[in-house]
Structures are given as structure tokens and as C-alpha cells.
């Protein structure tokens, strides 16, 4: 069954360092989605793209972030400087669009920023 | 603004009781709702899905059923057992390619 892969699973930074997560999305699937959770906290969406640009985006979402699809296949969230309180579970998402819309989860990324 | 609430927020139960988990979203305009499981510091793993013009989906033990109108939607747990310890988390889409809205969990523990 197809699947969205996130990597790495688990990365430790240094605050003020940048670091990029990155997804593998469904193959044929049209729209992207990065969120967040916090440690004990609700799962919350940060941003979603789409042909090549941002949808839509949360206020979490400022400059210190920003996504990108490099290429055919990845879809990435960078994160410029990074602050102690960004660390959470970063999930990635991907859905194939409005006859079949039903979004499928990549298993996150645990941020640790020390 | 939607908002999706779950009640309880926990749960302890005995082994083999039935168990209903409980959804409230506050603008029944939406597109589906889907039920997800989450294991503590793990991913999400899908359950169920209901599109907008379905009342129920049923996947083994679970029955997921949807009333938009009224803006709840529970999720029943048959014959529970330790291994359904977990977090469920309920989520609503409102349109077609829209940002998922989730709520914020009910923790279970099934006792043995």
C-alpha cells in the first residue's frame, strides 16, 4: 500500500541551527501538508501546498519557516532558527485531491531542540 | 471557526467492556471525519473515515458513526482489549483538499 515516508525519524539540533525535514509523499498525490505536535498537545497544521505554492498557511507558520518540493518526489519543511519551543512531532501529509480526498500521514518527525 | 472536542479526555476500562468515544465539531458543514489512533510518541495511524453523506463505517471492532447535523460523531470499541491502549483522535476536513482540523484526544487504557 503506498505510503508517506518522513525522514529522519528522530533529529536533535543545537537552538539557532537550521534543520530541514523532508517527506516522500504518495506518488500521484496533488497536495502536501506539513503540522505539528507538541508534547502533549493537539495535533495542529501549519501549512498546505499546492502546484508549486502555499494554499494556505496558520499563524504558527512565520518566516522562520518554509516548504518546498525540490523535486518530483520530496516535500520538505525548513526551519531557519531553530527556538526551544519548536520542538514537537512534525507530520507530514499528502492527499490525492477533490474526487478522492482523504489525507494519509507520514509516521512525523520528533524534534528535539537543545 | 471549527473546532473539534473530544470527550472524555481519558478512560480506563476493563478488559472485554464495550466503550463509546465521543466527537463534537461546531460547524457541521464539513467534508469527512476520520478517526485516528496514536500510540504515546508514535504517528498516526487512520481508522476510520466517513464521508459527509455516510452515517457509519465499521472496520472489524470498530464502528465509527456520524450525525452532521448535530455535529457529533462517536466512535464504539467492542470487546475492548489491552492492545486498544491508546490515544483516538478525531478529525474533520471541510472541504475537499482542506488542512485536517483535529481535536484533542481520548486517552485509553484498557485494563487486563
Known amino acids: 500500500e503506498p505510503e508517506v515516508t518522513q525522514t529522519p525519524s528522530h533529529q536533535v539540533t543545537q537552538m539557532g541551527q537550521e534543520v530541514i525535514l523532508r517527506c516522500v509523499p504518495i506518488?500521484?498525490?496533488?497536495?502536501f501538508y506539513w503540522y505539528r505536535q507538541i508534547l502533549g498537545q493537539k495535533v495542529e497544521f501549519l501549512v498546505s501546498?499546492?502546484?508549486?505554492?502555499?494554499?494556505?498557511k496558520s499563524e504558527i507558520f512565520d518566516d522562520q519557516f518554509s516548504v518546498e518540493r525540490p523535486d518530483g518526489s520530496n516535500f520538505t519543511l525548513k526551519i531557519r532558527s531553530t527556538k526551544l519551543e519548536d520542538s514537537a512531532m512534525y507530520f507530514c501529509?499528502?492527499?490525492?485531491?477533490?474526487?478522492?480526498?482523504?489525507?494519509?500521514f507520514g509516521q512525523g518527525t520528533r524534534l528535539t531542540v537543545v | 471557526k471549527q473546532e473539534v472536542t473530544q470527550i472524555p479526555a481519558a478512560l480506563s476500562v476493563p478488559e472485554g467492556e464495550n466503550l463509546v468515544l465521543n466527537c463534537s465539531f461546531t460547524?457541521?458543514?464539513?467534508?469527512?471525519l476520520q478517526w485516528f489512533r496514536q500510540d504515546p510518541g508514535k504517528g498516526l495511524t487512520s481508522l476510520l473515515l466517513?464521508?459527509?453523506?455516510?452515517r457509519e463505517q465499521t472496520s472489524g471492532r470498530l464502528n465509527a458513526s456520524l450525525d452532521k447535523s448535530s455535529g457529533r460523531s462517536t466512535l464504539y470499541i467492542a470487546a475492548s482489549q489491552p492492545g486498544d491502549s491508546a490515544t483516538y483522535l478525531c478529525?474533520?476536513?471541510?472541504?475537499?483538499?482542506?488542512?485536517?482540523?483535529f481535536g484533542p484526544g481520548t486517552s485509553l487504557s484498557v485494563i487486563p
Open positions: 501529509a499528502s492527499d490525492g485531491g477533490p474526487l478522492n480526498t482523504e489525507a494519509f
Open positions: 506518488s500521484n498525490h496533488l497536495y
Open positions: 501546498f499546492y502546484n508549486n505554492e502555499i494554499s494556505e
Open positions: 460547524d457541521s458543514a464539513i467534508y469527512n
Open positions: 466517513i464521508q459527509s453523506s455516510q
Open positions: 478529525a474533520v476536513v471541510e472541504t475537499s483538499y482542506d488542512k485536517v482540523i
